[in-house]
């Protein structure tokens, strides 16, 4: 049977209130034997620590999005306690977001560091989230982060971007919307990551691959996506799981306790 990871969804949302135990048990019936759920706020943080209580498949990542961020800025002290907890592999997902308000960009800034900063010292990899801010975010990475890696979730940077990113620990997580007819231009970028610098998402409810625009997306889509990038590189789906599962172990194996049987 196929294995997969998804490394990225959101399934604590009220989107998934009605069928959420359905959802999960679909995703293990289509191979996706980890879901990594990314919190949000600290209301999505604690419900995805619910769920990964009672899910064995669900790990976790903590953190505040940079859309849930206003003139305010948020108390993030209970980031740190969260992000000990068993399961709770990464910080995220954090970053930019100027697509739909830029109103509080030195907010999203500020918040953006503090979180690099506790990822540091709790040897945690980041999660980001970049939207029509690529270069601001590539900036604050390149002079904050060092050794601590970076997963750049449903990356849509240009190569300029891609190639720097290259010399530092950074990888890129893929879903969806690189199957869609009109992505030409990611599509030239993405052939040119290497497999050694890629994983895969869903980022369930959003962006269902192709064949299911329009409707909610969930974990079991990810096949789909996958397929697909293994035709764009030319590859076997088997060669693809296989680097898949070896970037997600070297990313978060030590909080991880799963094994791939190829
Ligand atoms: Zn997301």
Redesign the pocket.
Known sequence: MSSWVDV?A?LEGEEFAEDREEVIDRAQSAGVEIIVN?A?SRRSAQKTLELVERYPSLYASVGIHPQEIGDELPDLSFLEEYAQREKVIAIG?VGLDYYWDKSYIDQQKEVFCQQIELAKKLSLPLIV?SRESHNDLWQIIKEKIGEEIVVW??FSGNENILQEALSLPVYFSLGGVVTYPKATGLREVVKKIPLSRVLLET?AP?LPPQSRRGKRNEPAFLPETASFLAQLWDISLLALRERVWENFFLIFGRKVNFRYNS
Do not use: L, P, Q, R
Request: charged share 20%.
């Open positions: 990225h959101h990314a949000t997902e989230h979730h449903c980022d959003y």
